[in-house]
Every structure is written in C-alpha cells, then in structure tokens.
C-alpha cells in the first residue's frame, strides 16, 4: 500500500511540472500497471501449481510452476525466485523426472551464491547429491553432500546435518572409504547428542565400529560396538501403564 501511494504522489507531483516529466508521470503509471499485473499472474500461477501439487497433478503443476518462474524473473523478485525454482524442483523430482530436478536444484544453487543466501545453496547440493546417487554418480553425489554437510555445519543445523550424514554413510559404505565413514560417525555422535536422539546415537557407533574394523583396527571397532549397545540398554521402554 505505502509503495502505491508514494508513485501516486510522485505522479501528481509530476503533472504539476512541464511536459517532459509528463512523459515521465505516464511512464510510471505503466511501469506500475506492468509490475503488479506480474505480480498478480505470478501469485495466481503458483497458487493454481500448488492446487495440482496437491493432488500428484505433477504434469499440470510443472507447466505452471515454469509460466510462475518466468514471470519472476522478469519480476527481477530473488527470493520469490527462488522459492519457485525449489518447488520446481521437488515437483520434477516427484515427477521421476532427476534430470530436469538437478537442473532446476543447480539453478537455485547458482542463485544462492548470488544473493548470498547460503541455505539455498545447501540446500541445493543436498538435493543434487541424493539424486545423483539415485542415478549412481557416486563421486558427484558424495561432492554435493559434503559440501552440504559443511555448510550445514557452518549454519549450525544439526538436523539437516544429519541428513546429510546418513546419505553420505552409504556412499562412503559403497566405495570402502572407510577413513571417512569412522570420522563422519564420531561426527554423527556429536549430532546425536544435540538433537537428543539415541537411534541416531546407535547407528552412528554401529557404522563407526563398521568402518573400524574395516580398517583393521579391532579393539577400537569393538569399543564402538559396545557403545552403541550401552546406549540400546539405556532407552527407557514405556510400561504398560505408560502406553
């Protein structure tokens, strides 16, 4: 509202003037019209594209979810962008369709880096990195997901730390990398704590005593082993009573 009241004001204010800030009045007007009749299509697009989300229209809700993405990038809106080109993405992804995913994921991405808004960004490489592990590019996926870890990491957010975590163990798994599986897991243990969860706790002691024992290093991996039991022992099963 404050937004269209000051261009009004500024119009009137060049009326009062002489012909060439006329031009310039009229100019505004139109440039006015132009961005909110954008706007207006750009909100009722993705409003339509979330209806068809909703009911697994995946087709229908892409075409438009890209018609939505044009417009705001003609709207030159960063963030109304990119949370277009993230739903894009998850719709494509729904859609089976990786390709156009990593596309529109790797877009984000690059615009992330753009405005500096580092959790697009890592975001993004999270995404592209379970993806390209779905489509069995082990070295790209496991790039995206450590560099998703690390920004997660710097971003202090432990739970999409931990989802990054559980990705990569597989991938590290597969490709016997086992130096890295035994120090991501201590890292997990960390992680576990914050977030108060002790299945993590187990799993992670489970794949560092895994990762341990691969390396040769018995008593190590059996500690860990031991740690991941103690920690099984000390969840408190609900009673009956309880229940």
Partial sequence: WFGRRWVRLAIQRHLSADAPLRASASAIRRARSRAEDRLSHLVTQT???GLYAQKKSWPQAIILF???LAEARLSELKLIEAGVLETLAL?????????KAIENWNNLLQLGEQIGNRT???????????LNAQKNQIDAAISHLETALSLYRSLENPRLQKESMIALAGLYEKTNNNESLAAMSEEAVGVANNL??????IAAYASKGYALAKLGKSQD???AFEE???TFES???PSEADI
């Fill in 91 to 99: 719709a494509y992804e729904a859609n089976g369709n990786r390709d």
């Fill in 120 to 130: 697009f960004v890592a975001e993004s490489h999270l995404k592209m990195g379970v």
């Fill in 47 to 49: 409003m339509l594209a």
């Fill in 66 to 68: 890209e018609d939505a």
């Fill in 228 to 230: 991941a039991v103690n």
């Fill in 196 to 201: 108060k969860e002790p299945s993590l706790r």
């Fill in 221 to 223: 991996a059996l500690k």
């Fill in 235 to 237: 969840i408190e099963v």
